[in-house]
């Protein structure tokens, strides 16, 4: 066998996995959007069932074969260099897993959904702990199988979000930037003015017709996707099938408005990588650090940015009529007032990474067992009131308000606050590169900054490894600084500081 021959034959077995990742993809979907509350245990079966058939492909010996053979031609294209070190790399972890382990997790983490669903409307975590310490064990068995020589059982998770990430390099990194929000939100508690609420009626069936106009207007493809409603947003798939998600709060508009920004943001990245690469290793997202860029950037440099409001201003004020302001810069700090806000997903862009910070400790403590699953709901609110003066007044809008820990992702909250700092890297290179963005987002035309991140980042997909892809876009290393200045100078506008 030769090595184009090998390459051949590896690509054949992946794009088999890639399809059969994308019909798992399609169940999880339903799950949290159309499937009957009945059907939680069918839907558990069918998920591991899957998820074993995924495991026997994703170890097949001869895919560790095919890989030497073509490794031994070293000079392929940068895309094909890339598959053959993704595919090296999942085999080797896949390979890793004790056998039953990959069904016994699809299982778990399907039936500990459902739990968690029924927990947080009850509002009852008892109901959840169980369904909780069964998920975090069989993570402890995954992490413990597929740990590289040097690696914590918390990396080697994160590994699977944020390739190549290490706990030891992000805490500094945080710690500074945690130091600032401090700073950037003392400011703020100590200033005079207090931005305006919005007020008006707000129909369940207007936001939706404007999130489908939002996410339009971002260029969402709707010919390659679709809008629905699920307890916790989400946006799922590749190529010519990515959807979205959002939800719905009747008295509060902004929040299907940026949620449904948000997965816009998810959605274009997906909807944006070359065709050529789709169903390969290198046709993946660089790294869920990148991923959640693309989303904070559009929630938040473009959908409350202060050129964008005139736009945002006119699409509520059709959608709703009257709002409670009458002017762009009203509306401007109406979306980024800062509020001592119980949930992550409403939470304005100074507090954001306060709310990931604490999960990053929480969830390195669950996985450690240093934090006994039981004694979750009272760790949480003991480090919330610490860091925001309140303790949740019940669970749902406590440990049980977010959808990650029950689906076993345990390691993903970090790339949320990587994602905010890959995102003021990218908007700041963004408005060097383009001088006239605030003229265009002020008449909705947002075009320029889709072509842009089409340009610098989607169409990449995995060729390049994350750290250089943000090198290379941004023009240098990431770090908390460009995301500092972007909270000061923002809220030091609206606040007067």
């Known amino acids: 066998m030769t090595p184009r021959d090998a390459y051949a034959a590896l690509s054949d077995h992946g794009r088999r996995i890639s399809a059969l990742e994308g019909a ?165 508690r100590g200033a005079a003015v207090r931005p305006p609420k919005l007020a008006g009626a707000f129909p369940e069936s207007a936001q939706m017709a404007l999130a489908r106009d939002l996410a339009g207007d971002c260029g969402y493809d709707w010919s390659a996707g ?58 993946r997202w660089a790294s869920m650090g990148v991923h959640e860029s693309q989303s904070r950037f559009w929630e938040n440099h473009i959908g409350r940015s202060e050129a964008f409001a005139p736009w945002l201003l006119h699409r509520m004020s059709i959608a709703f009529g009257e709002i409670g302001v009458k002017k762009a810069g009203q509306l401007h700090a109406a979306v980024n007032r800062v509020e001592r806000g119980f949930i992550r997903t409403a939470a304005d862009e100074a507090q954001y990474d306060l709310h990931i910070l604490m999960r990053f400790d929480l969830e390195r403590a669950l996985l450690s067992g240093d934090l006994p699953p039981e004694d979750l709901e009272i760790a949480w609110a003991d480090r919330f009131e610490a860091d925001f003066g309140r303790r949740p007044r019940h669970a749902a809008e406590g440990c049980l308000q977010d959808v990650h820990w029950s689906e076993g992702m345990i390691g993903y909250f970090p790339t949320y606050t990587l994602g905010n700092l890959n995102a003021a890297a990218l ?36 060729v390049m490894e994350a750290p250089e892809l943000m090198e290379r876009a941004c023009g240098g290393p990431v770090d908390e600084t460009p995301l500092l200045a972007h909270l000061n100078a923002k809220f030091g506008a609206i606040y007067d500081f």
């Open 427 to 462: 908007a700041a290179a963004m408005r060097r590169d383009l001088p006239d963005l605030d003229a265009a987002l002020s008449a909705g035309d947002l075009s320029a900054p889709l072509a842009w991140m089409r340009d610098k980042v989607h169409r990449h997909g995995r």
């Open 226 to 283: 679709r809008l629905d409603r699920a307890v916790h947003p989400f946006s799922s798939g590749s190529g010519g099938d990515v959807r979205i998600t959002t939800r719905v709060d009747p008295s509060d508009p902004t929040e299907c408005i940026f949620a449904t920004l948000h997965e816009t943001g998810h959605a274009l990245y997906e909807q944006g990588i070359a065709p050529a690469l789709l169903g390969r290793p290198s046709g």
């Open 24 to 188: 798992a993809t399609i169940l999880s979907w339903d799950q949290e959007t159309m499937m009957p509350p009945r059907g939680g245990a069918q839907r558990a079966e069918s998920r591991g069932a899957l998820a074993a058939v995924l495991q026997d492909l994703r170890t097949d010996p001869r895919i560790a074969d095919w890989i030497a053979e073509a490794g031994r031609d070293d000079d392929w294209p940068a895309d094909i260099a890339a598959d053959l070190r993704d595919a090296d790399r999942a085999y080797t972890r896949a390979a890793r897993l004790p056998a039953g382990l990959a069904e016994a997790l699809a299982r778990e983490t399907a039936s500990a959904h459902q739990v968690w669903a029924e927990a947080r409307a009850a509002r009852d975590v008892s109901r959840f702990v169980p369904a909780l310490t069964r998920v975090l064990a069989l993570r402890r068995e995954e992490a413990a199988a597929v740990a590289a020589p040097g690696q914590t059982p918390y990396d080697a998770l994160l590994e699977e979000f944020e390739p190549g990430a290490r706990v030891e390099d992000l805490v500094p990194v945080f710690a500074r930037l945690r130091a600032g929000l401090t700073e950037v939100l003392d400011r703020i």
